[in-house]
Every structure is written in structure tokens, then in C-alpha cells.
């Protein structure tokens, strides 16, 4: 079990918010706003691996893993409303996006900013790849 737990940290919340931090911040504030991350997600690994060996005795095995549970239910809960889905918006539908009240960012974003998309989805496929083309011969 501890495998699947590190495998599944590793591929989702391990890297998370560097992803988010590159995709979000403008990039006048990316150079500042990864280290912040960073710094973040090494305190709170820190934090876990002095907590948890004290968690197993107080909380026994079943309520420490209860406990990160109830932690990734609500993880996923922010990222369900909180974190739109972006691919093939443009930088102006993202900006449009950020603009939206915050409840409605994550779950509506994306359809609240459709016609404000990047080539593909305001001209088709087809014309996207026929501009790309245009581009490329000048």
C-alpha cells in the first residue's frame, strides 16, 4: 500500500502545483511564484513525515488514513470548481476565464469563454491547420 500511495501522490498532487504555477501566474510573477511553490511543498513534506509516525500511534493506521482521505476529498472538491480545463484557449480565454467569479471558474470556465478560444475552436480544425500553414510559408 505504500507503493500505490507514493505511486499516486507522484503522478497527481506531488506535481500539481507546479503545474498550476506555470499555467496561471503572469509571467512577470512565474520567476517569484515557483520558488514559492516550491518552498511550500517541501515545508508540507517536511511537516508529513514528522506527523504522520505521531498520527499512527494517537489516530491508529485507520483514522491517519481516514484522515488523508477526508485531505484528498477536499483536494478534490477544489479542483473540481477551482481549476478550469484550458486546452486550446488562447491567452485572451484565459484571461477571460480568470475573470469570472470563483465559483464558477473551475466548472463553467471553459463554456462561459467559448467563443473567445483560440484557432481551433473558433475557425475548425481544418482552418487552424491551414493558417499554421499560411504562417509557416511566410
Known amino acids: 500500500m505504500i507503493y500505490i500511495s507514493g505511486f499516486g501522490w507522484a ?3 506531488n506535481s500539481i502545483q507546479y503545474l498550476i504555477n506555470s499555467e496561471i501566474y503572469p509571467l512577470c510573477l ?3 511564484g515557483g520558488p514559492i511553490a516550491m518552498t511550500f511543498h517541501f515545508a508540507n513534506q517536511f511537516g508529513n513525515s514528522k506527523a ?3 498520527m499512527f ?3 491508529t493506521y485507520g483514522g491517519t488514513m481516514f484522515f488523508f ?3 484528498t476529498f477536499i483536494g478534490l472538491v477544489w479542483v473540481w470548481f477551482a481549476i478550469p480545463e484550458l486546452a486550446g484557449k488562447n491567452l485572451e480565454a484565459i484571461d477571460a476565464v480568470f475573470d469570472l467569479p470563483w465559483y464558477l471558474i473551475g466548472r463553467k470556465g471553459k463554456e462561459l469563454t467559448k467563443d473567445q478560444g ?5 475557425f475548425g480544425q481544418e482552418k ?3 493558417s499554421v500553414h499560411q504562417v509557416e510559408k511566410v
Not at 483560440?118 to 473558433?122: K, L, S, T
Open 52 to 54: 504522520v509516525p505521531s
Open 11 to 13: 503522478m497527481g498532487r
Open 118 to 122: 483560440g484557432a481551433v475552436e473558433n
Open 30 to 32: 512565474r520567476a517569484i
Open 128 to 130: 487552424a491547420v491551414e
Open 69 to 71: 482521505s477526508i485531505v
Open 57 to 59: 500511534i494517537t489516530m
